[in-house]
């Protein structure tokens, strides 16, 4: 009579790597990852749903970063690709490239690279050349 549907919302955690927690090789992960330790490899969400990476001040990240979403506060070493939106939280230190469709940056956050919107990134250049006389 009265269904409930499930949804997973894009704001939920579904898994935690704790402080003081080290991880030595690449994390695929579904749904929502807040991390408050180290990751010493690639950060990957995968599915048909969309993932949520939260890297709070004291997590860290030695490695390229792809996801949905990302809140981000601690430290990345290494190239992000996020597919929709990105906030950087003070005090935020990523060194590497970012490629975002949405980004957000606070006082205080800081990157090392380059910013590439990715709409950009799938543009084509043009170019056409006068004729010479």
Same mark, same amino acid.
């Given at each position: 009579?009265?269904?409930?549907?499930?949804?997973?919302?894009? &704001?939920?955690?579904?898994?935690?790597?704790?402080?003081?927690?080290? %991880?030595?090789?690449? *994390?695929?992960?579904?749904?929502?990852?807040? %991390?408050?330790?180290?990751?010493?490899? &690639?950060?990957?969400?995968?599915?048909?749903?969309?993932?949520?990476?939260?890297?709070?001040?004291?997590?860290?990240?030695?490695?390229? *970063?792809?996801?949905?979403?990302? *809140?981000?506060?601690?430290?990345?070493?290494?190239?992000?690709?996020?597919?929709?939106?990105?906030?950087?939280?003070?005090?935020?230190? %990523?060194?590497? &490239?970012?490629?975002?469709?949405?980004?957000?940056?606070?006082?205080?956050?800081? *990157?090392?690279?380059?910013?590439?919107?990715?709409?950009?990134?799938?543009?084509?250049?043009?170019?056409?050349?006068?004729?010479?006389?």
């Amino acid at each position: 009579m009265f269904t409930r549907k499930s949804r997973k919302t894009a &704001n939920r955690i579904d898994t935690l790597i704790g402080a003081g927690t080290r %991880i030595e090789g690449d *994390v695929v992960f579904s749904g929502g990852l807040r %991390i408050d330790g180290e990751i010493r490899g &690639n950060v990957r969400g995968s599915g048909a749903e969309p993932s949520m990476l939260v890297l709070s001040e004291q997590g860290r990240i030695e490695g390229s *970063v792809q996801v949905s979403h990302a *809140v981000i506060s601690g430290t990345v070493l290494g190239p992000i690709t996020v597919e929709s939106s990105l906030e950087l939280h003070a005090p935020a230190r %990523i060194t590497g &490239n970012v490629s975002y469709d949405k980004l957000e940056i606070h006082h205080g956050a800081v *990157v090392l690279g380059h910013l590439e919107h990715a709409a950009s990134a799938t543009r084509t250049v043009e170019l056409k050349l006068a004729k010479s006389n």
